[in-house]
């Protein structure tokens, strides 16, 4: 059983450019969900795919937007970088039992974005 | 809005000890509680996921236990070791059953 895996490990941007970060969930799951996680804080959410439909997005402006493929991999991407959006970003897979309220979530490695 | 709030910051103990580490939660309208681990600069690896009709959940060496009415989960570590030096997060998934609200963790020190 693969876990989940993303991709690039690092990256450098300057203000105004575009990023494009990328997730493989974990084998047999359906639904992906991207977090951001700056220096010192926990985790927070910044939107969830369930069968390459967004369910759920937290308080982030529109230039954060994703996409999930047939294969339940992911896209996160940002446009208009800013300088606080330098952040370990962490994907999220998981299989949700409808029926009950299991539903864990297993991380990835993160990438680590830093925005000069 | 759900608020999660974890105590200690940061905790440092010798080797051997039992320890506690605490999480609170402002909404008890919880679909599950999970605790997580994480070394410096890495993903987050999930120890213990605690679904609402449960009171507790333990794997080894750790315990943890859920109580949605009072909006509190701790986490027990028994006979610590230098190797379970990491930040402990707890995060709660709401009704809706898709984000997590996390803490700000627990930054532990195991001494030898």
Redesign the interface.
């Known amino acids: 059983e693969t876990g989940v895996t993303q991709s690039p490990t690092h990256l450098i941007k300057t203000r105004g450019q575009q990023v494009t970060l990328r997730c493989s969930s974990q084998s047999g799951h359906n639904t992906v969900s991207w977090y951001q996680q700056a220096l010192g804080q926990g985790p927070q959410f910044i939107f969830q795919y369930y069968r390459e439909e967004e369910n759920g997005r937290g308080n982030f402006p529109p230039r954060f937007s994703g996409l999930q493929f047939p294969n339940y991999s992911s896209e996160l991407n940002v446009n208009a970088l800013e300088l606080d959006d330098s952040a370990l970003y962490l994907c999220a897979s998981s299989l949700p039992n409808r029926k009950s309220s299991y539903n864990e979530q297993f991380f990835g490695p993160g990438t680590r974005l830093t925005v000069l | 809005k759900q608020e999660?709030t974890q105590i200690p910051a940061a905790l440092s103990v010798p080797e051997g000890e039992n320890l506690v580490l605490n999480c609170s939660f402002t909404d008890s309208a919880i679909?599950?509680l999970?605790w997580?681990r994480q070394d410096p600069?890495?993903?987050?690896?999930?120890l213990l996921?605690i679904?609402?009709?449960q009171r507790e959940q333990t794997s080894g060496r750790l315990n943890a236990s859920l109580d949605k009415s009072s909006g509190r989960s701790t986490l027990y570590i028994a006979a610590s070791q230098p190797g379970d030096s990491a930040t402990y997060?707890c995060?709660v998934?709401g009704g809706?059953?898709?984000?997590?609200?996390?803490?700000?963790?627990t930054q532990l020190k195991v001494e030898l």
């Open positions: 999660v679909y599950n999970q997580f600069g890495k993903g987050l690896t999930s996921l679904q609402s009709s997060l995060a998934e809706g059953g898709n984000k997590l609200t996390f803490g700000t963790g």
